[in-house]
């Protein structure tokens, strides 16, 4: 009874890994017929409603203590002037802060250090697009000469992806159907589908820079983003 009892703990042992493994095998679907995959891509067009700019202010002095100095305090008045606009905190996010060197440079002569260049730079969201050309106006006024952008981007896109979505499964069944009747087959099933990913495509970006303050008003026109979804499909022809 002993050597029985081991052997059956010896057998359960071994059958473990086994069974563990079995569980672990996918599952591949038997098809009788022809698998045909398809890719298909489906897009809508939106206006853009968030518009993203780079503002800052860029100072030069003959010290370091000096190009931060006059760098803070012109920034601390763009930051007034984006609060007095309406703009939230969450919206105003720290870019980049440099301070740097400047040399002059002659032949046979070693650098001069001639003074200090800092910059201060932030990220700015506007979400009333119609408004963000007087604002860039109002920070140039308070000392901003540094302006970069805009990216357009839509705020909440899920909700015209799912509508791509929709388009692209649309597309992949229709050109399935193509190739069945081309073939002289018919669609028995769909195997499986997978998203390769949702995503927007972006207009050129044009540059912004500074301009004087009695300049004619900046002015942001948004057009339209295309956003789409491609999907990998399978199906069984018979």
Known sequence: MKHASLAALALGIFATPAAAQAQAAPVMQAISGTRL????????????????????????????????????????RVRAALKRAGIADRDIQTSNISL???YRYQENMPPQLTG???????????????????I?????AEGANQINGPSLTIDKPETALDEARTKAVAAGRARAELYARALG????????V????????????????????????????????????????????Q
């Open 37 to 76: 995959d398809v890719s298909a891509t489906g897009e809508v067009s939106r206006v853009p409603d968030v518009a993203i700019i780079t503002a800052g202010v860029m100072t030069r002095s003959t010290s370091a203590t000096g190009a931060i100095s006059e760098n803070a305090a012109r920034m601390e």
């Open 100 to 102: 740097n060197p400047e």
């Open 116 to 134: 200090y260049t800092a910059s201060n730079q932030v990220n700015v969201k506007f979400r009333d697009i119609r408004n963000t050309g007087r």
């Open 136 to 140: 860039l106006d109002a920070l140039v």
């Open 185 to 192: 087959m018919r669609i028995v099933r769909l195997l499986s």
């Open 194 to 237: 997978s998203e390769g990913g949702g995503y927007s495509v972006p207009p050129p970006m044009p540059m912004m820079r500074a301009q004087a303050a009695d300049s004619a008003a900046s002015k942001i026109d948004p057009g339209e983003q295309q956003l789409q979804v491609t999907l990998a499909m399978s199906f069984e022809l």
